[in-house]
């Protein structure tokens, strides 16, 4: 089985990459693959809302010119998915955001390609807005028919500093550990 984490900072190996890597600790001690995808120097831009998804019915969005399908792909071949973002003005990364409506359209216009996956929302913060960021990760998860099993969330601002917050990274290996332990059950 395999866990797909999607990292939407433009910074490499920050706050919420870590968070997302204390997951991983976990569901790596229960035998489960791991990947992490970061887009950081990935080019990445929203719906073009040209409905042509929903005409070729391919599993693929149509507009070809970035890092999209392969995020899509990456999706449909793991079992969990973990959607991680910095909090920017209260919110989602622009990539993150990207992210959720190319892969959320191309799903609806396929039946639902994420369908009974278990999906996972991490946010890196420095103050505020941090659950109003999950709450935005959800929803992916929540359209697209896919089981959250739960969310985490640290705070810090320099690269490192959410190594500090004792409860966002143990909320984090709780995580992990309840995502692993739920992939499990649904596979037997
Ligand atoms: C453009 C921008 C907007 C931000 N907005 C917020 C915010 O609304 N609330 C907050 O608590 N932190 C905010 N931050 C701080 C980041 O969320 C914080 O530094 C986080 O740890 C970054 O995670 P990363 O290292 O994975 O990029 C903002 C940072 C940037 C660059």
């Given at each position: 089985?395999?866990?797909?984490?999607?990292?939407?900072?433009?910074?490499?190996?920050?706050?919420?990459?870590?968070l997302i890597n204390?997951?991983?600790?976990?569901?790596?001690?229960?035998?489960?693959?791991?990947?992490?995808?970061?887009?950081?120097?990935?080019?990445?831009?929203?719906?073009?809302?040209?409905?042509?998804?929903?005409?070729?019915?391919?599993?693929?969005?149509?507009?070809?010119?970035?890092?999209?399908?392969?995020?899509?792909?990456?999706?449909?071949?793991?079992?969990?998915?973990?959607?991680?973002?910095?909090?920017?003005?209260?919110?989602?990364?622009?990539?993150?955001?990207?992210?959720?409506?190319?892969?959320?359209?191309?799903?609806?216009?396929?039946?639902?390609?994420?369908?009974?996956?278990?999906?996972?929302?991490?946010?890196?913060?420095?103050?505020?807005?941090?659950?109003?960021?999950?709450?935005?990760?959800?929803?992916?998860?929540?359209?697209?028919?896919?089981?959250?099993?739960?969310?985490?969330?640290?705070?810090?601002?320099?690269?490192?500093?959410?190594?500090?917050?004792?409860?966002?990274?143990?909320?984090?290996?709780?995580?992990?550990?309840?995502m692993a332990w739920?992939?499990?059950?649904?596979?037997?």
């Amino acid at each position: 089985m395999k866990v797909v984490a999607f990292n939407g900072s433009p910074r490499k190996d920050g706050n919420t990459a870590i968070l997302i890597n204390y997951v991983f600790r976990e569901l790596e001690k229960e035998g489960l693959e791991t990947e992490l995808v970061q887009f950081s120097g990935k080019k990445i831009h929203g719906c073009r809302a040209c409905y042509k998804c929903f005409e070729n019915k391919d599993r693929r969005c149509s507009v070809k010119d970035d890092f999209a399908n392969e995020c899509i792909e990456k999706m449909i071949d793991a079992d969990g998915i973990i959607l991680g973002s910095p909090v920017y003005f209260a919110d989602v990364t622009a990539e993150m955001k990207a992210l959720i409506d190319r892969a959320g359209f191309v799903s609806l216009a396929n039946n639902g390609l994420y369908k009974n996956k278990v999906g996972a929302s991490v946010a890196a913060l420095r103050r505020t807005g941090g659950i109003h960021t999950l709450d935005s990760l959800n929803h992916f998860f929540l359209a697209g028919q896919i089981i959250i099993v739960g969310r985490g969330i640290g705070i810090g601002r320099n690269i490192g500093e959410v190594e500090k917050d004792e409860e966002g990274i143990q909320m984090v290996k709780t995580l992990g550990q309840r995502m692993a332990w739920l992939l499990k059950k649904l596979s037997g």
